[in-house]
C-alpha cells in the first residue's frame, strides 16, 4: 500500500482529476492533513479554492494549472519573483480577471465571477496594491464606496455612512482623527488601514491583499501586520502577497510559491524556513544550507 | 518693550501652520464668494449710480444664464477628469433645431422640448462614444461632436438665421416678473434667473447628496477605485456627458428665448468661457474636486468682468486679457494651496 501524505487542498485538488488516478485507485492511501494546527480535516472545506487555473494575455501565458485552496481563519502566504503570476491568481480569485481554463470554487461550491462585484457579493475583498482608493472622498465615503448607506430617493445616508464607518474602526481599533477626513491627507499606514476597513465593512470572508505593507514607514508596518492578525481572529481566510520575509514569517499560517505562473512549492510555516522559501521565490527546492535562526520557533 | 513683543509672537511658529491648514477648506468652499465680494466693491465704488441698481443686477444674471447652464454641465465632465467641448456647437444645434421646428408649423410645446431633445441625444452620443468606442480622450469624441453639431445646425437652417418664436419658447430665456417697486425702481425678476438658481440647488443636491453623484465624485478621484468597487464608470460616463449635453440644450432654449431667434453660429467658443468658468470657480483639472458654488461664482465672477468693464466702457478685448488673466491667477492658487493642504 501506498501512503501519500498531502496536504487537504492537495487531495481536494486530486479528488478532482480522478482520471489521473483511477488505475491507483484502492491502491492508493489517502493520508489528509490538516492545513493548520489541530482541526478535524472531515469538518474542514476550503472557503476558497481554485483547480487548475490557466490564464493567457494574448500569447502570454501569465499562470499554468495553478491549484490554490484557503481555510477559514487561515492566512496565507503567496510569494514568487516579479512575473511570476501572483497578482495574476488574486485578480482571478477576486474577480477582476476570468480564468481562460479552470475552476473556481467558493465554500465547494463551483463558481463564476464576471466582474469584482460578483466576487464581493460572496464575501470576497480585495486591498489592491494601489489601494483603490479615492483621495478626493473621505474616509467613510471610502469605505462604503460603490456600497452608500441609503435614504429614500437614492440619497446617500451621510449620517449613517460616517456612524457606521466609526463604528467598523473602532471594532477594528483603527485610529483616526475623523472619518470625515479626506483620504489624501492620510499617511500611507492610515490608507491602508483604510483600505483594509473597506475590504472588512461587509461580512468578508475572504481577503485578499496585495503587499499591503510594500508602501509603508517600518512603524506602520507592524500596525497592518497586526490588523491582518486580527481579521484571522474574526474568522476571515487572508491571502497575503509579500515579498517581505518578516512579512510572511510574522502572521502567516502557511506559505505557496508561484514560479514562471505554476504552482512551485508550499508548506505550512512551521515546516519551512526563511532561506528555503526565497530558495522557492529563486527557483530551486535544493537545501540551502539551513541555519538556525531560520527556524521559526 | 522687546519682552512683550516675544511673548505675543512666541505661539505663532507652532499655531500659524495649524491655523493655514485649517483655513484651507473654507477658502476652498467660499472663497470665490470673498472675491465676488471684492470685486463688486471695486466696481460699486467705480460706478456707484449704476452697478448696485437692480436692473444692472438683474442684467448681468441674465447675461451669464446661458454661460452658468453650460458650465454645470462641463462641471460635472470635468469632475470625472474629462471635457466637453461641444456644447458650444450643441447649444447652437439646439436652438436651430427649435428655430427651424417653429419655422415649420410645430406646437410650440414640441418646439419648447427640441432643444433639450437635441441637447440630451447629442450628449448620449458623446458619452456612448467615449466609453463604447473606447476614446482615448473625451476631448476626442467631444471634438468629433464639436464639428458634428456645428455642421449640422448649418445644414438645417441652410446656414442663416430664423427669427421670430411664439411667447412660451421664449418664457425662460426672456419673461421677467413684476415684482414692486422699491424706491424709484421697477424690481423685475428675470426668469431665467430663477431657473439658473433652481439648476444650481438641483445639482449640489445631485452632487452631494445622491448615490450617483457621490460616484462622480469618485470616478474623478480614482476611477480605478471606482471600477474594483463594483461601480459601472461608463454607465456614469454616459449619464455625465448625457447630462451635460442636456444642460447645453437648455442653454440653447435660454439664448434663443433671450434673442427671440435661431442662428448657426450662436455660441462659437462658448465651450471656452464654460471651461473657464469651472476653471476660476475651483475645480481641478484632474477631476475629483470642484463644488456647485464655485462653479456659481465662476461663471458671476466672469459676468462681473465683462459687466464692469462695459460699464466704464473698456475696450471688450480687454475682457479677454483679463479674463485669461484671472484663469491663470485661479489655477495658481490652487496650485499653491496644494502644496499646503495636501500630504505627501
Known amino acids: ?90 485578480k482571478i480569485l477576486s474577480g477582476l480577471y476570468a480564468p481562460s481554463q479552470g475552476q473556481l470554487l467558493f465554500e465547494g461550491r463551483p463558481v463564476r465571477f464576471h466582474s469584482p462585484r460578483d466576487a464581493r457579493n460572496l464575501g470576497i475583498e480585495m486591498v489592491y496594491q494601489d489601494l483603490a482608493l479615492a483621495e478626493n472622498m473621505n474616509i467613510a465615503e471610502n469605505i462604503f464606496l460603490g456600497r452608500e448607506p441609503r435614504r429614500r430617493f437614492r440619497l446617500v445616508d451621510h449620517r449613517a455612512s460616517r456612524e457606521q464607518a466609526q463604528q467598523h474602526l473602532d471594532n477594528l481599533r483603527i485610529h483616526v482623527k475623523s472619518v470625515e477626513q479626506k483620504v489624501g491627507e492620510l499617511s500611507g499606514g492610515q490608507r491602508q488601514a483604510v483600505a483594509i476597513a473597506r475590504a472588512t465593512a461587509f461580512k468578508a470572508k475572504v481577503v485578499i491583499m496585495d503587499e499591503p505593507t510594500a508602501a509603508l514607514a517600518v512603524k506602520e508596518v507592524g500596525k497592518v501586520l497586526d490588523l491582518i492578525k486580527g481579521l484571522k481572529q474574526r474568522g476571515i481566510g487572508v491571502v497575503l502577497i509579500s515579498h517581505r520575509m518578516d512579512d510572511i514569517f510574522y502572521v502567516c499560517d502557511r506559505v505557496m510559491a508561484l514560479f514562471h505562473g505554476a504552482n512551485f512549492a508550499e508548506a505550512p510555516l512551521k515546516q519551512t524556513s526563511r532561506s528555503q522559501v526565497i530558495g522557492w521565490i529563486m527557483g530551486t527546492k535544493e537545501s540551502p544550507g539551513e541555519l538556525a535562526y531560520d527556524r521559526v520557533q | 518693550m522687546t519682552a512683550s513683543n516675544d511673548t505675543a509672537s512666541e505661539p505663532a511658529p507652532q499655531d500659524r501652520p495649524g491655523l493655514r491648514v485649517r483655513l484651507i477648506p473654507v477658502l476652498d468652499r467660499y472663497g470665490i464668494l470673498l472675491v465676488i465680494f471684492v470685486m463688486s466693491l471695486v466696481l460699486y465704488a467705480l460706478q456707484p449710480e449704476v452697478f448696485l ?26 469632475l470625472t477628469a474629462g471635457i ?43 458619452g456612448v462614444g467615449i466609453t463604447k468606442l473606447r476614446m482615448p480622450h473625451p476631448f476626442i469624441m467631444t471634438l468629433g461632436m464639436l464639428f458634428m453639431a456645428r455642421g449640422l445646425a448649418n445644414l438645417i437652417s441652410g446656414g442663416v438665421p430664423y427669427t421670430g418664436l411664439p411667447d412660451p419658447v421664449r418664457f425662460l430665456g426672456s419673461a ?104 476660476i470657480g475651483g475645480a481641478s483639472f484632474f477631476g475629483g474636486r470642484g463644488t456647485v458654488l464655485g462653479v456659481f461664482g465662476g461663471v458671476i465672477v466672469m459676468g462681473l468682468i465683462s459687466n464692469g468693464l462695459n460699464l466704464n466702457n473698456v475696450s471688450v478685448f480687454w475682457q479677454q486679457i483679463l479674463i485669461g488673466l484671472i484663469i491663470v491667477i485661479a489655477v495658481f492658487l490652487d496650485v499653491l494651496r496644494r502644496q499646503v493642504g495636501t500630504r505627501r
Not at chain 2, 85 to 114: F, Q, Y
Open chain 1, 1 to 90: 500500500m501506498i501512503v501519500i501524505k498531502i496536504g487537504h487542498h492537495v487531495a481536494t485538488a486530486l479528488a478532482s482529476k480522478r482520471s489521473m488516478w483511477g488505475d491507483l485507485e484502492g491502491g492508493v492511501h489517502l493520508t489528509i492533513a490538516a492545513p493548520t494546527g489541530d482541526r478535524s480535516p472531515a469538518l474542514e472545506q476550503p472557503i476558497l479554492e481554485a483547480h487548475g487555473i490557466t490564464k493567457y494575455f494574448g500569447a502570454v501565458t501569465a499562470l499554468r494549472g495553478v491549484d490554490f485552496a484557503l481555510y477559514r481563519n487561515e492566512v496565507v502566504g503567496v510569494v514568487g519573483d516579479n512575473g511570476a503570476g501572483k497578482s495574476t491568481l488574486m
Open chain 2, 53 to 78: 441698481t437692480w436692473r444692472n443686477v438683474a442684467n448681468i444674471f441674465k447675461q451669464t444664464a446661458v454661460n452658468s447652464m453650460l458650465a454645470i454641465g462641463m462641471f460635472l465632465a470635468i
Open chain 2, 84 to 126: 466637453d467641448l461641444s456644447v458650444g456647437s450643441v447649444l447652437a444645434l439646439a436652438m436651430m433645431a427649435l428655430a427651424v421646428a417653429n419655422a415649420d408649423g410645430w406646437a410650440w410645446p414640441v418646439v419648447l422640448l427640441l432643444g433639450p431633445l437635441v441637447g440630451l441625444m447629442a450628449g448620449f452620443v458623446n
Open chain 2, 176 to 279: 421677467q416678473i413684476y415684482l414692486g417697486e422699491w424706491g424709484a425702481e421697477r424690481i423685475n425678476l428675470p426668469v431665467a434667473l430663477i431657473v439658473t438658481v433652481a439648476v444650481y440647488c438641483a445639482f449640489w443636491v445631485f452632487l452631494e447628496h445622491t448615490v450617483l453623484g457621490r460616484r462622480i465624485y469618485a470616478i474623478g478621484g480614482n476611477p480605478q477605485a471606482a471600477r474594483v468597487s463594483g461601480i459601472s464608470v461608463d454607465r456614469v460616463l454616459i449619464i455625465v456627458y448625457t447630462l451635460c449635453g442636456l444642460m447645453a440644450g437648455f442653454g440653447g432654449l435660454i439664448m434663443a428665448g433671450r434673442t427671440n431667434s435661431g442662428f448657426p453660429n450662436a455660441g462659437v467658443g462658448a465651450e471656452l468661457e464654460a471651461i473657464a468658468a469651472v476653471i
